[in-house]
């Protein structure tokens, strides 16, 4: 169950940040599949899962460098953008997957090693990849920081009323990018999760919707990250 809800967790708490800074990025399923095969080719050629995720990271982000181009500075229209983004990234990750069909990735392991073969507690606390704890702890650090820093505040208050963070000195813009850039590292992470842990291989449009289940999720939860 964990290993299903990882992506998820991952996507939605991008986006999370991204609608706080008030900016809705519909392009969360393009980033998560560019993530799945960024983090895949990386792994296999690097033989590094680690580094495959840093990879997958870095492709969702760089894919919503270009929603953060749009809607930011040429003030395109959100939804179309993120709609366009998401055709984009399937495209893409297509097109990058050719060679990589029927390859398995390396193995990640888990976390905890022999604790995961403790009776009991063992399967369910430790018996698990060192990406789901990675993925629990993005969600304690996002709430704490929108909690309990002023960066949090600051991105509240772009996200709830933009005129008047202006007013206040703070750059919008600036403070909106970096969200989207954040949006996008999270869903690219749990794109690579899907292709490196859940299901260990690449297939084209093996994200299957989860990106547009994150969207919902968010909503559901009513943008709480604990939730």
């Excluded at 894919?63 to 939804?79: D, E, I, M, P, R």
């Excluded at 629990?136 to 505040?153: D, E, Q, Y």
């Excluded at 970096?178 to 260990?200: E, K, N, Q």
Aim: hydrophobic share 55%.
């Amino acid at each position: 169950l964990m290993v299903a809800a990882t992506p998820l967790l991952l996507a939605a708490i991008g986006e999370l940040v991204v609608e706080k800074a008030g900016v809705l990025n519909l392009g969360v399923e393009g980033m998560m599949i560019t993530g799945a095969i960024c983090g895949f080719a990386i792994s296999v050629e690097t033989g590094s899962p680690a580094v495959g995720f840093v990879a997958a990271a870095i492709g969702g982000a760089l894919l919503s460098v270009l929603f953060a181009v749009l809607t930011q500075f040429a003030l395109a229209n959100q939804v179309a953008s993120g709609l366009a983004l998401t055709l984009f990234g399937l495209g893409l990750s297509a097109l990058m997957g050719q060679s990589y069909v029927g390859i398995k990735p390396p193995e990640t392991g888990d976390a905890f090693g022999a604790l995961g073969d403790l009776p009991v507690i063992g399967p369910i606390l430790f018996g698990h990849d060192a990406m789901l704890y990675v993925g629990i702890l993005i969600v304690a650090g996002t709430w704490a920081v929108l909690k309990f820093t002023r960066a949090g505040l600051i991105l509240r208050a772009v996200g709830e009323n933009h005129d008047a963070a202006h007013a206040l000195g703070y750059k919008v813009k600036r403070i909106r990018v970096l969200a989207i850039l954040f949006g996008g590292a999270c869903a690219g992470l749990g794109g690579a999760y899907i292709s490196l842990i859940r299901v260990p291989q690449w297939t084209e449009g093996m994200t299957a919707g989860i990106g547009w289940i994150a969207l919902a999720l968010v909503v559901f939860a009513s943008w709480k990250p604990w939730r």
